[in-house]
């Protein structure tokens, strides 16, 4: 963060500003030992949705046509879509 805020401060300050105001939410998962991080889950919803699709389409790789595979994907995210707030 050090290194982005000298390097890019004068063009991005307000993503400097940012970076530099959130740090410790930001690197909170690193307080984790590198064991558990990759159970770890996001709250993020945008993150979450992609989740489901990525679950879904690794599982069924090479077995899907591309329309079929887009059409999934447009029923997960609908699926999704119900659970947010």
């Not at 982005?4 to 500003?17: H, M, P, Q, R, T």
Request: aromatic share 12%.
């Amino acid at each position: 963060i050090d290194v982005f805020a000298e390097k890019y401060g004068a063009k991005y300050d307000k993503a400097v500003e940012c970076l530099t105001k959130d740090r410790d939410a930001l690197l909170a998962f690193y307080e984790f030992p590198a064991e558990h991080w990759d159970h770890l889950r996001t709250t993020n919803p945008i993150e979450s949705v992609f989740a489901t699709v990525r679950h879904r389409t690794v599982r069924t790789k090479g077995s899907l046509s591309s329309t079929t595979a887009k059409l999934m994907v447009f029923k997960l995210l609908c699926a999704a879509s119900k659970t947010w707030r």
